[in-house]
Nanobody, 128 residues
Framework: QLQLVESGGGLVQPGGSLTLSCTASNFNLKNYVIGWFRRPPGQDREGVACIVMARGRTYTSDSVKDRFVISGDNAANTVYLQMNNLSAEDTAVYSC?????????????????????WGQGTQVTVSS
């Protein structure tokens, strides 16, 4: 069974940084598209960034592209989300999803329903 485990969340002050990890078990991320999503309190899940592991191609939401960076490590079977200059608006549950595909549809890569399998999420709280 495919499993994803997110880690690295926590409490951080405004202006601070965090790096989230999404580690896969029982399958190789190299053949997948991996996306990071977040659900702020009382809001819908929104796409943040994704990576096509086989090619290293990334897509990042305009709302965070100047502050967040997604990267992947095939050897570690892990995808990271480096988040910088965090603000209260970044407070959310962050989760990763995967889709096994060789066909990438750029218009859909940040849509949650395009993904098949999800981790349980990790809480990020930005507060002083």
């Amino acid at each position: 069974q495919l499993q994803l485990v997110e880690s690295g969340g926590g409490l951080v002050q405004p202006g601070g940084s965090l790096t989230l990890s999404c580690t896969a078990s029982n399958f190789n991320l190299k053949n997948y598209v991996i996306g990071w999503f977040r659900r702020p309190p009382g809001q819908d899940r929104e796409g943040v960034a994704c990576i096509v592991m086989a090619r290293g191609r990334t897509y990042t939401s305009d709302s965070v592209k100047d502050r967040f960076v997604i990267s992947g490590d095939n050897a570690a079977n892990t995808v990271y989300l480096q988040m910088n200059n965090l603000s209260a608006e970044d407070t959310a549950v962050y989760s990763c999803g995967v889709r096994h595909t060789s066909v990438v549809i750029p218009a859909r890569v940040l849509e949650p329903d395009w993904y098949d399998t999800w981790g349980q999420g990790t809480q990020v709280t930005v507060s002083s």
